[in-house]
């Protein structure tokens, strides 16, 4: 199977910064991705890893580092509207199959 | 940008009665259709990927009689639960992949809307 771990529940502060480590042990890779999931909707698409380093993206960055099988998501001045689910997902191989982590639920909190 | 319709958003059936839920690629050809379902507070479970014109692919422990689906155009995949129970109900959502990764802002994937299943 497919181990994707990442931390169940984070709470911050408005206008902090938060870090989402997720760790992956997979049968394959082709790259990482981070969505954002919002209670009764459909994901939203927010980075893509392929390569080792940091994908800076407005108050949003995502990091890799294969070796490690690690990834992180840094949430910059946070904002209420960032009360969400964040999932990550490693794209396995050619099959183009996402497998996900359970999420994080992240609180800002005023 | 790329859009996949899904429809419908909520449905509420009756135990042992099917329903089918459709997911539409609005502005490009979806070669393959990932089926996905979430139990609340947890994460996407693949249930089966669908490539137009051939038969779906199912992860391990889907009953392929039961989740049915079809992707018989480009732009349409359909998902039927069949003889519907109470341990059916879920979130389910699709996710559209365009034939070239690089071709959208989603490097390749779309999710639709969702559709939150209710079985009484």
């Known amino acids: 199977g497919q181990n994707i771990d990442q931390p169940t529940e984070m709470t911050a502060t408005e206008g902090a910064i938060v870090q989402i480590n997720c760790t992956y042990q997979?049968?394959?890779?082709?790259?990482l991705f981070w969505y954002q999931q919002h209670a009764g909707e459909a994901p939203t698409f927010l980075s893509y890893?392929?390569?080792?380093g940091l994908e800076e993206k407005g108050r949003f960055s995502s990091f890799l580092s294969r070796s490690k099988g690690y990834s992180y998501l840094l949430l910059k001045e946070l904002q209420m509207k960032d009360s969400a689910s964040y999932l990550c997902?490693?794209?396995?191989?050619?099959?183009?199959?996402?497998?996900f982590g359970a999420g994080t639920t992240v609180t800002v909190r005023a | 940008g790329a859009v996949v319709s899904q429809h419908p958003s909520r449905v509420i059936c009756k135990s042992g009665t099917s329903v089918k839920i459709e997911c539409r690629s609005l502005?490009?050809?979806?070669?393959?259709m990932f089926w996905y379902r979430q139990f609340p507070k947890q994460s996407l479970m693949l249930m089966a990927t669908?490539?137009?014109?051939?038969?779906?692919?199912?992860e391990q422990g889907v009953e392929k009689d039961k989740f049915l689906i079809n992707h018989a155009s480009l732009t349409l995949s359909t998902l039927t639960v069949t003889s519907a129970h109470p341990e059916d109900s879920s979130f389910y959502i699709c996710?559209?992949?365009?034939?070239?990764?690089?071709?959208?802002?989603?490097?390749?994937?779309?999710f639709g809307s969702g559709t939150r299943l209710t079985v009484v």
């Open positions: 890893n392929v390569l080792d």
């Open positions: 997902a490693v794209r396995l191989s050619n099959d183009y199959k996402l497998s």
């Open positions: 502005d490009f050809q979806a070669t393959t």
């Open positions: 997979t049968s394959g890779f082709n790259g």
């Open positions: 669908s490539n137009e014109g051939s038969k779906a692919t199912y």
């Open positions: 996710s559209a992949k365009q034939g070239r990764q690089g071709d959208n802002a989603n490097y390749g994937y779309t």
